[in-house]
């Protein structure tokens, strides 16, 4: 009986949202995505559209497999672009009305007075909002697959990976859209305060990363300087040696200070984070499996004589090493479990208030 009625609920939600032109119209983008994504290719003089090439060679097959080309398209245009932005938009604006629209006078009191308890109605209601990303995201993904198999001649089964992480990055969303929507009973005050929060993500990300660039600056200079020492003390000691030691020596001292401080402030940054869903992270993930490292470092050293230092030890390309390296190992229970137990509790006040409020 309650999962009859459950069912029962969820495929009248569903049908109530794929009633709208958004629905319809995200799925019509998806597809133009994915005609759009088989159009391209790459070959030994650079970039193809169809039956023109543009040469870019940094785009070549001397650069990129053919598989690999269409892998870092599908994860840095596809994902980090098309649903992390544009098609989490579309599906904020079509989702932002369900919990409104169910709280509004006449249409909650039909609702409660269902024999069934508000909080499996509120949990219904909520996956079903979750289901209009997961009919786009797999619509993209399987597209995207089909093209990556048969024009790159490499089935990757694990592009079917954006399917989970995308859901996860756009619960963080929805369930702060849910709670609005059940406090304030209107759609526009949730679709806009929703998306004030994930410009608030969006600042702490990239406070979080500003400070860590600083502070991987800092590590790698002291640890330069502790090479730099090194050497120097193990050859034969004379005055001028013993004065660019003594120097070095002071130098030192003052890098690791302030190497100290920025560790704090980094930590600072990092337990503010923490406790907040992690956006960027979650995408990351995906990368992690579809894009090798070299790839990611492999146009950042095409030119060993660029000058990009941001100090006079350490370049950019070696920050961007280490700032890489530290992100993928960050752990998927810290990044997924931390952000899930902030949902769940955005989640439990949400279901509390519509369980306790009298309609």
Known sequence: MIITQ????????????????????????????????????????????????????????????????????????????WLTWIATILA?????????????????????SKPISRWRLFLTRYLTGMLFVLVQVSILAFGCWLVIGIRGSSWQPTIFLSIPIVLAFFSYLFCVCALIGVITRSTIASLLLTILFWFLLFCVNITEASLQMIRVNRDLTVESLVLELEEYREKDPDDQRADRIESLEDELAERRESQETWHLV???????????????????????????????????????????????????????????????????????????????????????????RDY
């Open 6 to 81: 459950t069912i029962e609920m969820f495929i009248a939600a569903y049908r109530e949202l794929n009633a709208r032109m958004i629905f319809w119209l995200a799925i019509v983008l998806n597809l133009v995505a994915v005609a759009m994504f088989a159009t391209i290719g790459n070959n030994s003089e650079g970039l193809t559209i169809l039956h023109w090439t543009i040469e870019f060679q940094m785009l070549s097959t001397t650069w990129f497999t053919p598989a690999q080309f269409y892998l870092l398209v599908f994860y840095n245009v596809g994902i980090a672009i």
């Open 266 to 356: 980094t930590d600072i940054a990092f337990t503010v984070k923490t406790v907040l869903p992690k956006t960027d992270e979650t995408i990351e993930l995906l990368e992690r499996d579809l894009v090798p490292d070299e790839l990611i470092f492999r146009s950042r050293d095409d030119d060993e004589n660029e000058e990009m230092y941001t100090s006079d030890r350490v370049n950019r390309r070696q920050i961007q090493r280490r700032m890489v390296e530290e992100r993928r190992g960050r752990s998927v229970g810290w990044i997924l479990g931390t952000s899930f137990a902030f949902e769940a509790v955005i989640l439990l006040i949400a279901m509390g208030l519509f369980a306790r």
């Open 92 to 112: 904020l604006v079509s989702t932002s009305t369900i919990f409104p629209d169910m709280v509004i006078p006449g249409s909650v009191e039909t609702l409660v």
